[in-house]
C-alpha cells in the first residue's frame, strides 16, 4: 500500500512562489515515477509535471514549462515542486501521485495511487 500526504499549499499573490512537497510511504524501489496534477473547479484534471524515481528524467505540462521544477529526494521519499512566477490559472488542488509501471507520465491512467491534494490559490 502507498500513502501520498501533499503539503505546501496556500494563497499566494500572482508572480509570488509556492513549494508543494510530496511525502510518500511504500516499496518505492518499486517504483517508476510520481506526478503532479491540478484540478480547478468545474475543470478536469490536469497533468503538470512529474519525475522518474530511478533516473529523475523530469516532464513538464507547457503551460508550466520554465516556471515550475520538479525534483525529489529518494532518501526521504519525497517528490517537491517548486512553483515560480505564479498567475491567477494556476489555482487548482494539486495533487501527487505514483506510477508503479511505465507510461505516458502526463496521463491519469498510468498512476496508481493518489494523494488527497492542496489547495493552491493565485490572487491578481
Known amino acids: 500500500q502507498v500513502q501520498l500526504v501533499e503539503s505546501g499549499g496556500g494563497l499566494v499573490q500572482a508572480g509570488g512562489s509556492l513549494r508543494l512537497s510530496c511525502a510518500a510511504s511504500g516499496r518505492t524501489s518499486s517504483w517508476y515515477a510520481m506526478g503532479w496534477f491540478r484540478q480547478a473547479p468545474g475543470k478536469e484534471r490536469d497533468f503538470v509535471a512529474a519525475?522518474?524515481?530511478?533516473?529523475?528524467?523530469?516532464s513538464y505540462a507547457d503551460s508550466v514549462k520554465g516556471r515550475f521544477t520538479c525534483s525529489r529526494d529518494n532518501a526521504k521519499n519525497t517528490v517537491y515542486l517548486q512553483l515560480n512566477s505564479l498567475k491567477p490559472e494556476d489555482t487548482a488542488v494539486y495533487s501527487c501521485?505514483?506510477?508503479?509501471?511505465?507510461?505516458?507520465?502526463?496521463?491519469?491512467?498510468?498512476?496508481?495511487?493518489w494523494g488527497q491534494g492542496t489547495q493552491v490559490t493565485v490572487s491578481s
Open positions: 519525475i522518474t524515481w530511478s533516473g529523475g528524467v523530469t
Open positions: 501521485a505514483v506510477a508503479l509501471g511505465p507510461g505516458g507520465l502526463g496521463r491519469v491512467s498510468t498512476y496508481d495511487y
